[in-house]
Nanobody, 124 residues
Framework: QVQLVESGGGLVQAGGSLRLSCAAS????????MGWFRQAPGKEREFVAA????????YYADSVKGRFTISRDNAKNTVYLRMNSLKPEDTAVYYC?????????????????WGQGTQVTVSS
């Protein structure tokens, strides 16, 4: 029902910034909560941030709070993740996901649709 494509990943030095984008297809994008997750090599996938369909509510993992900002532009069917003050431990494949129920819950089970991921590598 929804197709998600991430972009914007790359290689940055510690302390640098990146902005990830997730483009969604479908006319119901504005009704979906959107989330970002990440998975590092040998690690479990973990929640990063989420935003309600209206953009009025956001939720962040403690590990990224104050450094990352999630936002969305429903007119463009796009959700963003601005990442500042990047650390080597932020290195991971970053995935965006869509929650049709707009629950803003950080568990992966809430999200029905997933992108293919974009690699973020932070060098020390």
């Amino acid at each position: 029902q929804v197709q998600l494509v991430e972009s914007g990943g790359g290689l940055v030095q510690a302390g640098g910034s990146l902005r990830l984008s997730c483009a969604a297809s479908g006319r119901t994008f504005s009704s979906y909560a959107m989330g970002w997750f990440r998975q590092a090599p040998g690690k479990e996938r973990e929640f990063v941030a989420a935003i309600t369909w209206s953009g009025n509510s956001t939720y962040y993992a403690d590990s990224v709070k104050g450094r990352f900002t999630i936002s969305r532009d429903n007119a463009k069917n796009t959700v963003y993740l601005r990442m500042n003050s990047l650390k080597p431990e932020d290195t991971a494949v970053y995935y965006c996901a869509a929650d049709p129920r707009n629950s803003l819950f950080p568990g992966a089970e809430v999200y029905d649709y997933w992108g293919q991921g974009t690699q973020v590598t932070v060098s020390s």
